[in-house]
């Protein structure tokens, strides 16, 4: 679990999630994103609940997930 804080950066789409595969067992098991905007008290949870490796399910290092907001199209995945 991390936390990272970043100013103002507009309206969020999806989130594009991943790593560089480098280091000795680079895989990792994500659960959940949770993100919230401190000045809305906004909150999204995206479910993940998969592997992000090489050697797991499709083999992919990254992750896109759209951002699903009530009476808003979300685009494309």
């Given amino acids: 679990m991390f936390k990272i804080n970043l100013?103002?950066?507009?309206?969020?789409?999806?989130?594009?999630?991943g790593h560089d595969n480098s280091g000795?067992?680079?895989r990792w098991y994500l659960e959940e994103i949770q993100l919230?905007?401190?000045d809305t008290c906004?909150?999204?949870c995206l479910t993940v609940d998969s592997w992000i490796a090489e050697n797991e399910n499709d083999?992919?290092?990254w992750k896109e997930m759209p951002i699903?907001?009530?009476?808003?199209?979300?685009?494309?995945?």
């Fill in 59 to 61: 083999g992919d290092t």
């Fill in 42 to 44: 906004e909150l999204f």
């Fill in 68 to 77: 699903v907001r009530t009476n808003k199209a979300s685009l494309p995945g």
């Fill in 36 to 38: 919230e905007n401190i």
């Fill in 7 to 17: 100013k103002d950066i507009g309206e969020i789409y999806k989130i594009r999630i």
């Fill in 24 to 26: 000795k067992d680079p």
